[in-house]
């Protein structure tokens, strides 16, 4: 389906304002790309209520005033920022990069090597193909498009504590606010079991709550279980007591038992918001996950996946580095100098009207943000 309006043809279009997507338009717009970015609003950062393990970022910040933080740095070097869901995409002249894994990883450590030894040689950007992005009220036409859609964790069934306040979904950012704590971990899975042993490391008090659901875990799991001080609780939850912080206090269980926690992890699995790489033609992982290189480039030629979206460990700090990573790597591909000697054969030599090779707009938002006079 197409929509009423068409935008400007962009440079790139990144799709997902989270970590990733921000950090990936950050990098193509101050790098002299006109750059869209197209986000839903949601998303697991905007679930954090405060955001720990980012540098620089106090811990009592929450997702959403990171996420905003973020668009206004973004709008201020020039990018523009749509607030719409892309539900379809389309790739004229479409041509897929090898789709088998390991071709792919040949090529990309191939490519990597190439751009590094040549990091100075410019790729021309003739005959690009072009992207199309349909959102609800416009469609967006890019030579490149990022995807940084990230994932959805699996809710489980209510009863359950406030998501941030007692119900968590992240081991590597909240188990140290759990450090000699009393915690529980929900679910029937091989991970569930395997989160509830690792809590060993940050508390001696560990319930694993399987909710009247028989476990999926391997006898081997079970026997992990059993030589560890873990408590397998399989009654269904009945009800949940928060404080008046809305800080979880107890949960209690259909037959009668209250139990006191103060917060504890959903393992659930997760389910990857890779419909649009799919419809590119993108190469996914059994997971879900897309496959990418070293530089986020997916399968598909001038379609790039970053973040939670991509495999790898799933945490802010991370999320940016892939952005910037994809950033940088379209900075490599799109810049116009030096002029790649086929092109002055064609074009002959760079002229002083050919430069600089920052779009007018961009040169002007460029000039305006000088903080140094
Ligand atoms: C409760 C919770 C707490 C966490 N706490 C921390 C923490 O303290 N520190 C830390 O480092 N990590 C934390 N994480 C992990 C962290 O949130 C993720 O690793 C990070 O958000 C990944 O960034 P991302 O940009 O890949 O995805 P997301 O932040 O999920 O962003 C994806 C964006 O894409 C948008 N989108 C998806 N599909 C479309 C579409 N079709 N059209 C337009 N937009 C679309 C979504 O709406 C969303 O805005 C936490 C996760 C959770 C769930």
């Known amino acids: ?19 990733a997507g ?44 990171f996420l905003s933080i973020g668009k206004e740095q973004l ?65 967006y036409v890019a030579e490149y498009v990022v995807l940084a859609t990230g994932f959805t964790d699996e809710r489980p069934d209510p009863p359950l504590p406030r998501t941030g306040r ?17 915690v529980y971990v929900m679910g029937t899975s091989e991970s569930a079991a395997y989160v509830a042993a690792i809590m060993l490391n940050f508390t001696s008090d560990v319930d694993l709550l399987t909710r009247g659901i028989e476990p999926t875990w391997s006898d081997e799991t079970e026997s992990m279980l059993s030589n560890h001080p873990i408590e397998i609780v399989h009654e269904e939850i009945a009800s949940v007591q928060n404080g008046d912080d809305g800080w979880l206090e107890s949960l209690t269980f259909e037959d009668e038992t209250v139990r006191e926690y103060t917060g504890g992890f959903a393992l659930y ?20 996950t897309v496959i990418v290189d070293d530089h986020g480039r997916t399968t598909v030629e001038n379609v790039y996946a970053v973040g939670d979206l991509t495999p790898g460990h799933n945490q802010v700090p991370i999320a940016l580095g892939e952005g910037a990573r994809a950033g940088i790597s379209i900075h490599w591909d799109r810049r116009k100098f030096p002029r790649d000697p086929s092109l002055i054969d064609e074009l002959g030599p760079v002229r002083n009207d050919d430069v600089p090779g920052i779009p007018d707009e961009l040169l002007e938002q460029a000039v305006e943000y000088h903080t140094y006079d």
Not at 166 to 182: I, Q
Request: glycine fraction near 12%.
């Open 1 to 19: 389906m197409t929509s009423e309006k068409t935008s400007a043809p962009f440079d790139v279009v990144v799709v997902g304002g989270g970590p």
């Open 22 to 65: 921000l950090s990936a338009a950050l990098y193509c717009t101050r790098l002299g790309n006109k750059t869209a970015l197209v986000d839903r609003g949601g998303g697991r950062t905007a679930m954090m209520q405060d955001v720990h393990n980012v540098v620089g970022i106090p811990e009592e910040t929450s997702g959403a005033e």
């Open 75 to 139: 709008e201020a070097y020039g990018c523009t920022v749509y607030r719409d869901t892309i539900s379809s995409c389309s790739r004229a002249g479409q041509s897929t990069r090898d789709s088998s894994e390991e071709q792919h990883q040949e090529r990309g450590q191939e490519q990597k090597q190439d751009r590094e030894q040549n990091h100075d040689e410019s790729t021309t950007t003739e005959g690009v193909p072009e992207i199309t992005l349909c959102g609800t009220d416009t469609d």
């Open 166 to 182: 007692g119900l968590h979904y992240c081991l590597h950012c909240d188990a140290y606010m759990f450090v000699d704590e009393p």
């Open 269 to 288: 699995g997760s389910s990857y918001n890779n419909g649009l790489a799919t419809e590119l033609g993108c190469a996914l992982n059994d997971d879900g």
